[in-house]
């Protein structure tokens, strides 16, 4: 959860009140924030653990009250002081929400700093988006500026993901010319004074900078940046009409349109990976301080046209969106959701409090009556019927919610699944096994081929990330072998024994959930590996009969009458009409594990169960690990598993 620090005299003197310590928490309580901590700036210096200051400084350093507000992780319109005074004033009722708007641009084709010019060819293979924006006649002071900056330091950190979706640049606009250009060119190629060496004037290509960025001291700051775009072989680069570098996005702005106290006019552009998030980031940023413009809540556009190698435009667009949009949800599933009755129309007044007006009552597919809100661009959180409900609820009060007994009196408990996983967990562990929990992806190699399988249908990655994550595995074998493989250094004189029980995913045009067909679906399995001096043919077999006493599965009479402990089979506690036998597995019967285990070697298990009509259904296989198998998971000794299904 993000927390915002604020100075309390500015954040009172932007709402136009003053409260106790005591009357502030209620009211973020109310609000739907939470003041985590009432500090100072000195107070800070003493009790870091990290900061070492002199005497000296911590003396200059303030004294004066600084509230530390946390804030909804998906609030972006609250992580600066523009933002959250906004915000309580609207949820007090002492303003209404501001109209946001698109100044239009006289004059077709726009003129020179209302355009960019983006390099499509090379900027695809970094950062291939970029957003622009331009604040007019803005009046920074020193808290105004420090406020700006923040924002841009708490979008970083959040919504941009450490600036590998966005990076925020901001210009000013009198010092550079239009139009700009965003391209990505070779990093020696790339030469400018960065801001961070403003006073010394130093110069550095990109490739120096981010190189001496990673050994600096001094900029130990941007030193996490440095990775995002280091390895690249063309650095992405905003430049202005004269081939001036206004920043290297995602590292450093250039000195040469740096802003200041004096700076009148703003430009700002995001480049991205993701260009919904840089839509989102740039409507923030415009949404909070076109507050301080000569003309309240007003931003010019800037319209980005992406250009082929030859000049010739293949696309464009206008930013910043700053798009309101209408969301509805049903009256009544609002009141049952947060467990009031509160009347439609006071539902419409509650939503202008929470920045969602102007709201109006309109009628259902159903013909019941919904609320329709109006969403602005500065609550991109909006994307459900919940939220609206969740901002009702916060407008109604927390605290104004009647408790009631709920009509309904339930109680919780474990999926059967789930208990019997656990249950089988302890018995198995009390066995000699330990169990393991291994990733439930891997390469198309170790799914199929290395297990000696036909490569079948699996739930597949369009994009892995590389190549041992490429399927969504279909069996639990190759996690324990790979366990085994990288424990090659631990004693095998006794045996080795791991177990898992975890889901496999299997492909199924035809498994329904809520109503769709998801194509595929979750199977709950155990799976054991004993491996040793010997293959431990027998130990594994002796898991398989414990498994199904456990379960109270009873043995068929032949094959009971096979281990010489017939006897006892009638002091069994077993369910009616369940039972089980195994069956040798052969090679070329047709079953797709057949191949993983040595011929001769192996068995299925057969289960019967009331429903099934006498028939016999195969719930697993267990056997010794064919030696091409153990040779493709580099494991040296022999071994034995099995692999059954718990949902069955």
């Known amino acids: 959860m993000p927390t915002l620090a604020v100075q309390r005299d ?48 911590i003396t200059n350093l303030s004294d004066d009250v600084v509230y ?12 600066c002081i523009e933002g959250l005074s906004r915000a309580l004033r609207i949820f007090l009722g002492d303003v209404k929400s501001p109209v946001y708007e698109v100044v239009k641009l006289e004059g077709d084709p726009p003129s020179d700093v209302h355009r960019m010019t983006v390099v499509q060819s090379t900027t695809s293979t970094v950062r291939p988006f970029v957003v622009c924006a ?3 006649d803005i009046a920074f002071d020193s808290r105004k500026y420090a406020s700006f900056i923040d924002l841009q330091d708490q979008l970083h950190r959040n919504l941009c993901r450490q600036r590998t979706l966005v990076a925020i640049g901001t210009h000013d606009l009198d010092t550079v010319r239009g139009p700009f250009k965003y391209d990505a060119r070779d990093p020696d190629g790339i030469e400018f004074v960065p801001l961070t060496h403003d006073e010394e004037g130093l110069s550095f290509t990109g490739r120096s900078l981010l190189e001496h960025y990673e050994t600096a001291p001094a900029c130990k700051h941007l030193k996490p940046y440095v990775p995002i775009i280091k390895d690249s072989p063309l650095y992405p680069v905003v430049l202005d009409a004269d081939e001036v570098v206004m920043s290297l ?15 009148k006019n703003v430009f700002v552009e995001c480049t ?16 909070m301080f076109s507050e301080h413009c000569a003309r309240p809540f007003t931003v010019e556009p800037v319209t980005v046209s992406f250009v082929d190698d030859d000049g010739v435009e293949t696309k464009s667009y206008v930013t910043p969106q700053m798009y309101t949009r209408r969301e509805r949800a049903g ?51 909006i994307l459900h019927a919940v939220d609206i409900a969740e901002d009702v609820g916060i407008a109604y009060g927390y605290n104004n919610i009647v408790k009631r007994v709920p009509k309904t009196s339930t109680v919780g408990g474990e999926q059967p699944l789930n208990k019997l996983g656990d249950l089988l967990r302890d018995e198995i562990g009390r066995a000699g096994y330990t169990e393991v929990l291994t990733h439930g992806l891997c390469s198309i190699h170790d799914n199929f081929t290395a297990l000696r399988r036909d490569v079948s249908p699996a739930v597949s990655l369009s994009n892995p990330a590389n190549v041992e994550y490429q399927v969504v595995r279909t069996t639990l074998l190759p996690g324990l072998l790979k366990t085994l493989q990288h424990n090659k250094s631990a004693s095998f004189a006794n045996g080795f024994r791991l177990f898992e029980i975890s889901d496999v995913i299997l492909p199924d045009d035809e498994f329904v959930v809520t109503g769709t067909v998801v194509g595929a679906r979750n199977v709950r399995r155990l799976s054991a590996v004993y491996a ?78 009331p429903g099934m009509g006498g028939g016999r259904k195969s719930i697993g296989t267990f056997g010794i690990l064919h030696p091409e198998v153990l040779e493709e998971f580099d494991i040296k000794y022999p071994a034995s598993c099995l692999e059954i299904d718990l949902g069955e």
């Open 10 to 57: 500015d954040l009172f003197a932007s709402l136009g009140r003053t409260y106790t310590e005591e009357e502030f928490d209620e009211l973020c309580f109310e609000f739907g924030v939470e003041l985590d901590e009432v500090t100072s700036e000195r107070e800070e210096a003493l009790k870091s653990s990290t900061v070492k200051l002199t005497k000296d400084e």
């Open 68 to 79: 530390k507000i946390d804030v909804p992780a998906n609030r972006y319109d609250l992580l």
């Open 134 to 136: 331009i604040l007019r």
């Open 249 to 263: 996005p995602p590292i450093i702005n250039g000195a040469h349109s740096k802003i200041s106290l004096d700076t």
């Open 272 to 287: 991205a990976t993701d260009l919904t998030k840089a839509n989102i980031v740039l409507d923030t940023v415009v949404a």
């Open 331 to 381: 009256v009544d599933f609002v009141n049952s959701l947060i467990g009031i009755d509160a009347e439609p129309e006071t539902m419409v007044d509650l939503c202008d409090k929470l920045q969602l007006g102007p709201a109006a009552l309109v009628a259902g597919e159903d013909g019941k009556q919904m609320i329709e809100v109006t969403v602005p661009p500065t609550r991109s959180d």
């Open 532 to 609: 040793g001096p010997t293959s431990g043919f027998e130990i594994i077999h002796g898991m398989v009969d414990r498994v199904m006493t456990l379960t109270e599965v009873a043995p068929e009479e032949e094959y009971a009458s096979n281990s010489g402990k017939a006897d006892e089979e009638k002091y069994r506690v077993s369910k009616e009409g369940w039972t089980y036998t195994i069956k040798a597995l052969e090679e070329d019967g047709g079953h797709p594990s057949a191949g993983t285990y040595f011929p001769g070697r192996a068995a299925e298990v057969l289960l019967s169960r």
